[in-house]
């Protein structure tokens, strides 16, 4: 009995805490799917923090274990130069995160291709060709229309994402709540 309780108050806070974070992903995507610039600066400039953050870390390592070893300091310098960088001019950023992602989708689109050919005689396995097209159209696009269009695909690719993410974490979050 006592086991049961646990379940449905873990079924309640699931509940609650997915339809909160469902509905703010929800409306983060859409403002990404309808202002895709303002999203692809947005990614930008967070990504431009992560990395001198990650330089800082790094330099803080190196200060501790290796204060005299020039080598050592490449790396916190390379990240923050470029964190910074990114800062200063955040188009150059959502251009490079879209050339990423356009090199991303290829290797996927080749991964998926390769694993739907070992797949070929079972069920379904014309799926992840399916899966290997859409990569490769969708970085087709990323690089026919690099850099100009990258400004507005990268928010909308990352608004869509935070779209269906919060309308899934929403989904289930309703579903739960009538299980409790």
Known sequence: ????????????????????????????????????????????????????????????????????????????????????????????????IGLLLAVYLFIDAFASFSFGFELRPLKGWVWMLFNGVTSAVLAAIFLIGWPLDTLWLVGLFVGISLFFDGFVLLALGIASRKKS
């Open 1 to 96: 009995m006592n086991q049961l309780f646990l379940e449905q108050e873990m079924l309640k806070r699931f509940s609650k805490h997915s339809i909160i974070e469902g509905i703010i992903l929800v409306i983060i995507g859409a403002i990404g799917i309808f202002v895709p610039t303002l999203m692809s600066l947005t990614v930008s400039l967070f990504f431009g923090w992560l990395l001198i953050f990650g330089g800082l870390t790094a330099g803080y390592h190196a200060f501790k274990s290796y204060k005299t070893k020039w080598l050592a300091w490449l790396k916190p310098f390379i990240l923050i130069v470029t964190g910074i960088l990114i800062l200063i001019f955040p188009l150059m950023g959502v251009e490079g």
